[in-house]
């Protein structure tokens, strides 16, 4: 194999390369954006907490402690 076939393939492969890493970049979800079945639970009980009135809101808790 001569050195301008081997700069060719070496070429090519990069260029294959180059758009596996497109799609992939393209088609990749982003793990933030996954909610466990923890986080699910989390968040449910957090609305409950809410609807119940067990939270404050943060700016109304950095008032009271001065922040």
Avoid at 9 to 14: C, D, R
Avoid at 22 to 42: C, N, P, Q, S, Y
Wanted: hydrophobic fraction near 35%.
């Amino acid at each position: 194999m001569s050195e301008a076939e081997t700069v060719k393939g070496i070429y090519e492969e990069l260029r294959s390369l180059r758009e596996e890493v497109r799609f992939i970049k393209k088609h990749m979800v982003d793990a933030d954006t996954i909610l466990t079945h923890e986080d699910k639970t989390a968040l449910q009980e957090a609305r409950e907490d809410i609807k119940k009135g067990k939270t404050v809101r943060l700016d109304k808790l950095r008032e009271e402690l001065g922040i």
